[in-house]
């Protein structure tokens, strides 16, 4: 299998198949979280409020790490202080969404952040409004990586595995290789992974349906994936890191710290009798 980038001119833009599969992505997320909230009797047209906000800080927040921290094959062409003097470069430059370059960390940091705006300002039971989002976010991760491995990103180092793919421009330091080189499909594995736990959350939520608590589901797909996008990032090369860690590892161990505390909170108070643990799990976060 060979990768080679997909590019779209629309006028003076340009438009990357990476760009296109988020959107389907977003499209589709919304569409199982607008179900999920209609099923559960809530208010389904705050889906827009809410995927509205959750991308427009994602984006903002993703493209704000990208050009604070470009990766190394772009700094060649594109460092952080090129990108701080041209903001108003419509091809590449920051405000340039459409042509690729955001940072996965940055866009978890801003969509957690636009659901919680949301959750405030209408008043919402964040507990149950963010397993609502589960299942939409987890199809969401599903299919946006297939955008990076078609645009050549988030690629891993050279493999003899059967499922290798060959990229047209591999990132440094393989820019030299031979022609035919095939590189582990990292995106491909943070896709299978999303997919493995939103099928187990659907089964959880079947068999543990009367011992399930708001929050758990959430606590628990948050510590699975964070592991999974801890993990991934060790197969994945062209990215900067700092004792050995990159960006999205060490936001993935502040993930899988919070929800190991707060799965251990609540294990606590569940195991205390004079509790009452519904109205704890409710309030207590």
């Known amino acids: ?103 996965q960390a940055g866009m978890l940091v801003g969509a957690v952040l ?10 919402l039971d964040g507990w149950l409004w963010a397993e609502l989002i589960i299942p939409g976010l987890l199809l969401m991760l599903v299919i946006a990586p297939w955008g990076n491995l078609l645009v050549g990103q988030m690629i891993g180092p050279p493999t003899s595995l059967p499922w290798g793919i060959v990229i047209a421009n591999p990132p440094p330091p393989y820019g030299d290789v031979p022609a035919g080189t095939h590189f582990h499909p990292t995106p491909v594995y943070l896709s299978i992974w999303a997919a493995l736990i939103l099928v187990g ?41 700092m004792l050995g860690l990159s960006g999205m590892q060490f936001l993935a161990l502040i993930i899988v710290l919070w929800a190991v505390s707060m799965i251990g909170r609540r294990y606590h108070d569940r195991a205390r009798p004079d509790l009452d643990t519904r109205e704890v799990v409710s309030t207590g976060a």
């Open 1 to 103: 299998m060979q990768i080679t980038q997909h590019i779209f001119h629309l006028g003076p833009f340009i438009v990357t198949s990476f760009s296109m599969v988020v959107i389907l992505s977003v499209v589709m997320g919304g569409v199982v979280t607008g179900w999920m909230a209609h099923r559960r009797g809530e208010n389904a047209m705050l889906v827009f409020d809410l995927t509205g906000w959750m991308l427009f800080l994602g984006i903002v927040f993703a493209r704000l790490f990208y050009i604070l921290n470009p990766p190394p094959s772009v700094t060649k062409l594109y460092s952080r202080d090129w990108y701080l003097s041209h903001p108003f470069d419509l091809q590449v430059g920051p405000l340039a969404v459409w042509s690729g370059g955001l940072g």
């Open 114 to 123: 636009g659901a919680l705006l949301v959750f405030r300002r209408c008043e």
């Open 201 to 241: 959350v659907g089964g959880l939520r079947k068999l543990l349906s009367a011992h399930l608590q708001k929050g758990d589901i959430l606590l628990g797909v948050s510590l699975l994936y964070a592991v999974g996008l801890f993990l991934a990032d060790f197969v994945r090369v062209d990215v900067n890191r």
